[in-house]
């Protein structure tokens, strides 16, 4: 079989190999690794040192051994999170894509809305949720409610960023080669949007834990909103601290598998390429 050589005055760049790409990803997560182990071992210090009392802050040790003696505690209340979480998530990103493309296809329709959506984000959450509790119940409904609520607006607003941000005179040279709306939404607007909306989503991941977790707050029976609120009246703060830890890692565990997605639906985008140019120190 022929090799095909690069064209006369373009240089040929080798693929890097999965040790390079090994390489990049051991050199962007050392400094918060690092950064979390010096947080780690700030936490040890204070506690096993006496400087704050047991039932304010609780030890490393504490905290992880609850986690480890209440395991399938832990783990059944985490996936009713989950659950919620990811089902909120997934609703917003439909009702958001699609609010967006109505705002961008209408000016009329983007006046109208969005100053109800700017409306509808600045009200706190946690002042609400006893409203959808009383109208849905204490089951799963109003925690995935409030985490739609808590994920849609940034889905919305990348959404329309992306979609505006494409070149006038790509969307003129597409009507002059005759594709119509559809056609050039599909192959124009929407790949030139999804970087923007990929952004969004990542913002969109934690606020879904989040929205879920104070839907839990106002009124469940289970879940890590549920432990967390337990926990803090009884006073027992190694749970209180093993709720929000698992929260956390929740939370960066889905904003990863929002990043994993992005490697994959757009390795040609800039951000992707393990050559892109990035600031050191």
Known sequence: MAVRSAPAGVAERERPG????????????????????????A??????????????VASPWDTFSIIGNKW????DNTLVTLWETVAGFVIAIALGVLTAVLMVSSVTIERTLY???????????IAIAPLFVVWLGTDLAPK????????FFPVVIS?????KSIDPEMLQLSATMGAGPAKTFVKIRLP??????????KIAATLAVTGAVVGEFVGANEGLGFVIQQANGNFDTPTLFAGLII?????????????????????????????????SM
């Open 18 to 41: 999965p040790g390079a790409r090994a390489a990049k990803v051991a050199a962007q997560a050392w400094r918060p690794v690092a950064l979390l182990a010096l947080l780690f071992v």
């Open 43 to 56: 936490w040890w210090v204070i506690t096993a040192a006496g400087w704050v009392e047991p039932y304010l």
């Open 72 to 75: 399938g505690y832990f783990w």
């Open 115 to 125: 100053p109800l959506l700017l409306f509808a984000q600045v009200i706190p959450k």
């Open 144 to 151: 995935i409610v409030i985490a739609v609520l808590m994920a």
């Open 159 to 163: 959404m329309v960023t992306g979609l």
């Open 192 to 201: 030139a949007s999804l970087p923007h909306l990929f952004a969004g989503l």
């Open 247 to 279: 929260m956390s890692v929740l939370g960066v565990l889905l904003f990863a598998a929002v990043e994993l997605l992005e490697y994959f639906v757009l390795p040609w985008h800039a951000s992707r390429r393990i050559d892109a140019a990035t600031t």
